[in-house]
């Protein structure tokens, strides 16, 4: 038998442990094919702070998601096992000494065979995230929903933070940089060339306004096919949606992408190599509603139901 998530008929919703998806919590990946972790960390935030909550909100609204996914009949826990993992035990003072300790604890997931969904924390975490990911498969593909392209040079000085891990991944061959997409992208900038630098190292931008009330499957189905069988990584900032849907975050900007177009673009993923995925930048604070990590609960959801080997019914 697989796990499951706690039913809400054998334990009421509010009730029981806090846990993603009410799943079994474990202390090792051994034996499973997907977890979710959460990795509390925010020092890297620029602006509004708080996304250090993100992963213990995230997992108290995600109590209302039920195993089978109507719209996609997929049945991740049919096929996969599926555990959290807990969150990684992070320096609360220093950025530069918890990215090693994000990067070892990824990489002892991923000898295990398991694909980490991870709870975020701020968009620094991708890095070490990364880091990992091409120890073990080399430079990734990268499908990467933001309202940001976060590739600064620094952020007052600093060459890590949040505004900061694609440009360092670029620098350490971590991404497949052709094969990289970044979506929604958006907002006022310091200047008309704020995007140049991704575009000559072969990233494919897709403006927010570019897409505004369409469809977003034609454009994944163009990914799907650039990218290929290449092993892929799924980054999505919360900021990508538009603040009317997701408020509670660091950095909201207006004219964002909608829930349904975040929901093509996670399934428009089924049929990718995905080797893992984050959903970062909730920060509970701002999140009087909860509707923010409830979204961001549900996002990582569809994640796991997009992975290689899901059944669908």
């Known amino acids: 038998m697989k796990n499951q998530p706690l039913s809400g008929n054998a334990m009421p919703r509010f009730g029981g442990i806090a846990s993603m998806m009410r799943l079994p919590v ?12 959460g990795v509390p960390l925010d020092i890297g935030t620029s602006h509004r702070p708080g996304a250090r909550f993100g992963p213990r909100e995230i997992r108290s609204e995600s109590s209302l998601i039920r195993p089978y996914n109507m719209a996609t009949g997929a049945a991740p826990f049919d ?19 918890s990215l090693p300790i994000i990067t070892d604890f990824y990489q002892t997931v991923l000898r295990e065979g398991c694909k980490p969904l991870t709870l975020g924390g701020d968009h620094t975490i991708a890095l070490p995230i990364l880091r990992a990911m091409a120890a ?58 704020d995007f140049d630098w991704p575009r000559e190292q ?25 990218i290929g069988t290449a092993p892929c990584y799924l980054s999505f900032d919360i900021d990508g949606i538009d603040p009317a849907y997701a408020g509670g975050t660091g950095t909201p900007e207006i004219g964002g992408l909608s829930v349904p177009q975040a929901l093509e673009i ?14 970062v930048e909730v920060s509970p604070a701002y999140d009087t ?6 979204l961001g609960a549900n996002l990582l959801y569809e994640m796991l139901c997009v992975l290689p080997g899901v059944t669908r019914r």
């Open 202 to 226: 072969g990233f494919t931008l897709v403006m927010a306004h570019e897409v505004w009330y369409q469809s977003l499957a034609p454009l994944m189905a163009k990914i799907r096919a650039q």
């Open 266 to 279: 996670i399934r428009g993923c089924h049929g990718l190599n995905l080797v893992g995925g984050d959903l």
């Open 79 to 97: 096929t996969l096992q599926v555990a959290d993992l807990g969150d990684v035990p992070i320096n609360t003072y220093s950025i530069e000494k």
């Open 289 to 294: 509603s909860g509707n923010t990590a409830l």
């Open 136 to 193: 073990r498969h080399g430079p990734v593909a990268m499908v990467h929903v933001d309202a940001h392209a976060d590739v600064n040079a620094d952020m007052f000085g600093e060459r890590i933070a949040h505004g900061t891990p694609f440009r360092r991944a670029v620098e350490e061959n971590l991404l497949d940089c052709h094969k990289v997409f970044q979506i929604g992208l958006r907002g006022s900038g310091y200047a008309r060339d």
């Open 26 to 37: 474990a202390s090792s990946a051994q034996g499973l094919d997907a977890a979710f972790i």
